[in-house]
């Protein structure tokens, strides 16, 4: 059974900066990746960061500069490094293990989110 386990969320005010954690366990076939999702109010749930089985990063514009993600494969947990944090970075933020499939690699298991809140 699959389980991602997120943590470091929190409240932090404008300029700030977190570390979010995404603790994976359990055996992913055709794992391709990794991801960090997120949702605002009122929001559609939008691609962070992801990072590819080989290492490959890819970040939304809105975060490039600001964001870093990393993983720890010996410890099987996936990392996300926010700096620089705006109000509207506020959102539950989700980790994902990304699998092959007919359409490509794309987001299978999902984590409970992490709930981080920006003030300014």
């Known amino acids: 059974q699959v389980q991602l386990v997120e943590s470091g969320g929190g409240s932090v005010q404008a300029g700030g900066s977190l570390k979010l954690s995404c603790a994976a366990s359990?055996?992913?076939?055709?794992?391709?990746?990794m991801g960090w999702y997120r949702q605002g109010p009122g929001k559609e749930r939008e691609l962070v960061s992801r990072?590819?089985?080989?290492?490959?990063?890819d970040y939304a514009d809105s975060v490039k500069g600001r964001f870093t993600i990393s993983q720890d494969n010996g410890k099987n947990t996936l990392y996300l490094q926010m700096n620089s944090l705006k109000t509207e970075d506020t959102a539950l933020y989700y980790c994902?293990?990304?699998?092959?499939?007919?359409?490509?690699?794309?987001?299978?298991?999902w984590g409970q989110g992490t709930h981080v809140t920006v003030s300014s």
């Open positions: 359990g055996s992913i076939a055709s794992r391709c990746g």
């Open positions: 990072i590819s089985s080989r290492g490959t990063t």
């Open positions: 994902a293990a990304e699998t092959v499939g007919l359409r490509g690699c794309l987001p299978r298991f």
